[in-house]
């Protein structure tokens, strides 16, 4: 199984800050990174796959970049709402695999 | 819209039986893979199982093959986990997934999800 690896784990941040969350894979999987966003208590959430595509509904202040094996999720002026737990997940192969997450916190 | 609301948690004993469901809305359960993600209280995601589209090959991880099984009833829009043979390291909230893409085979890429139910395996 590919292994996804995250860091930091947990990260302290003030709205209006920039932050960068990084996830590396095992192996290579080309672009096939997708990152998911969960506020306590909820549903994970998606917000970007391939790599660097935002879905539909997700603010443009979210931006993700890299291939290969290394990955970054970064999130430009932070807004209250952004506060929560972040994972990453490869679906270049079977069985998909998640990072262990990041909390993001005031 | 496009919903997913899942049901059946609740506490077993271990060794015991659950059977969860996933009522689909929006679109047809059939009509994309679907998969079951768990998450123990406090803890990261693992992907637990899937069914592809149109197609139902299953597919399970190794921690639940032979335990759990996946099905759905396209009748009732609804997919389900029956989770057999529970043990204290399966109590986890379970969440189901649609697939980003109609396939028949799964693209292991979840853009919806529901809100998820709680398997709690303790005597």
């Known amino acids: 199984d590919i292994q996804m690896t995250q860091s930091p784990s947990s990260l302290s941040a003030s709205v209006g800050d920039r932050v960068t969350i990084t996830c590396r894979a095992s192996?290579?999987?080309?672009?096939?990174l997708a990152w998911f966003q969960q506020q306590p208590g909820k549903a994970p959430k998606s917000l970007i796959f391939?790599?660097?595509r935002l879905q539909s509904d997700v603010p443009s202040r979210f931006t993700g970049s890299g291939s290969g094996t290394d990955f970054t999720l970064t999130i430009n002026s932070l807004q209250p709402e952004d506060f929560a737990t972040y994972y990453c997940?490869?679906?270049?192969?079977?069985?998909?695999?998640f990072g262990q997450g990041t909390r993001l916190e005031i | 819209e496009v919903q997913l609301l899942e049901s059946g948690g609740g506490l077993v004993q271990p060794g015991g039986s659950l059977r969860l469901s996933c009522a689909v809305s929006?679109?047809?359960?059939?009509?994309?893979?679907m998969a079951w993600v768990r998450q123990a209280p406090g803890k990261g995601l693992e992907w637990v199982s899937a069914?592809?589209?149109?197609?139902?090959?299953?597919y399970y991880a190794a921690s639940v093959k032979g335990r759990f099984s996946i099905s759905r009833d396209n009748s009732k829009n609804t997919l389900y986990l029956q989770l057999d043979s529970l043990r204290v390291e399966d109590t986890a909230f379970y969440y189901c997934?649609?697939?980003?893409?109609?396939?028949?085979?799964?693209?292991?890429?979840?853009?919806?999800w529901g809100r998820g139910t709680l398997v709690t395996v303790s005597s």
């Open positions: 069914i592809g589209g149109n197609v139902p090959k299953t």
């Open positions: 192996q290579g999987i080309d672009n096939f």
């Open positions: 997940q490869q679906y270049y192969n079977y069985p998909p695999t």
């Open positions: 391939a790599a660097s």
């Open positions: 929006g679109f047809g359960v059939n009509t994309f893979s």
């Open positions: 997934a649609k697939d980003r893409l109609t396939s028949m085979t799964p693209s292991w890429l979840f853009d919806v």
